[in-house]
């Protein structure tokens, strides 16, 4: 994010946002079809989530240049809540 500012110091310690830390779990899923990816998404949140994740999911539909199909996507993220 700041790694072409002029006042950023390459040599300073790197520390992540407050809000993130490494227990943050992503997915991402992708079909040609939305009932497939229905599917899938259901699949990867009972595969990876846990009863206490802030659970946040985003999806894009779009036109697949190689194919000329739609493809559909998704981008799950899982975030424990702290409450344990």
């Known amino acids: 994010m700041f790694r072409d500012h002029q006042e950023h110091n390459p040599e300073g310690q790197f520390s992540l946002p407050p809000a993130l830390d490494e227990t943050i779990r992503v997915v991402m899923c992708t079909s040609g079809s939305p009932e497939d990816m229905a599917g899938r998404v259901q699949r990867a949140i009972g595969e ?37």
């Open 48 to 84: 990876y989530s846990s009863a206490n994740d802030e659970l946040h999911v985003s999806h894009a539909i779009g036109l697949d240049h190689r194919t000329g199909d739609m493809l559909y996507s998704a981008l799950i993220v899982l975030r424990p809540d702290g409450a344990d």
